[in-house]
């Protein structure tokens, strides 16, 4: 059943257990979750991966199913949720999860889903299409954080933001966290400030690639190049990107040949890694060999100096490159 997330309130909440989130707008999804369904809870909240919960489901039914007096209130948060998790969620729908909910996050879904198409049809599901904020949207929320801060940011400033959130709150808020910090010692923030403190909106679109790369998705990585009209700049930072994630997990793969700890050693890296990063630098780590990864380094090395050489050509070079993962 079809649920606007402005729809979302109390009634819907007794109404349903199992909700579906779908679409780009992360940050909103993150905001829904928050507001209507982890403020004032005090019971349990656990969160997986789609891996995670497709590894561990009959560990988690059996967390549904068998509550006790003190722990019988829970949420349950799956990420990256796909089809792969079609069979399992039917298998829930049959359960008894009385005061417990479970909300499965992914991103777009393509209307031939069929885990879109079952939350859709059943009236016992919740579905809920979180499409990109607008630059209105993203402009209201600029000026309510900047006005609740007392920061005072130029309209340019502000439009510089919202332009480079790329219709994302998500992304908006963590470049205004930023703001905050450098204002905190820093009256005056300028249009300068703003313009290098914040990320490039490609820059998200750019680490993904990267990612995807060290994840051999190949399908990934070609949507990805599909969806962004690279400049021969973006390839000199796609190859940045890339190297320096290439190092680190270099780090990650001989620490672990000595502890055979990956997690571990996940945990312990220095600078700490972004627990979302977790779970997908687990992957890539379990998906190279040293050797070959050693090896890959010396071939990013000498993109950079064909790329360099030959910038009429640097958009093919790299897309040569991460294709052929």
Known sequence: MIIKHFEISEKTLTKFDLYLFY?????????????????????????YDETEFIQNYDDIVNSILNKSFFDDKKIFIISRTTDKSLKLIENLQEKNLDEIKIIFKSGALEKKSKLRILFEKEKNLS????????????????????NKN??????????????????ERGNLKTELEKIYNYSLSNKNVSLENVLKLSNLAENYAVNELADSYFLKNKKNIAKILNEN?????????????????????????EENIEIRNIDKVISNFKPPIFWKDKENVKKQANSWDLNDLKEVIYKINDLELAVKTNSNQSLNLVSDFVINC
């Open 127 to 146: 579905l809920t299409a979180f499409y990109e904020d607008n630059a209105r949207d993203l402009t209201n929320i600029a000026f309510e954080f900047l």
């Open 23 to 47: 679409g780009k707008n992360e940050g909103l999804q993150n905001e829904i979750i928050k507001q209507k369904f982890i403020h004032n809870f005090n019971g349990k909240i656990e969160k």
């Open 150 to 167: 007392n920061i005072k940011l130029s309209r340019e400033a502000v439009n510089l933001l919202v332009n480079r959130a790329s219709g």
């Open 229 to 253: 009209n690279y400049s021969n700049e973006d390839c000199v930072l796609i190859i940045r990107t890339l190297l320096g994630k290439s190092k680190k997990l270099r780090v990650i793969i």
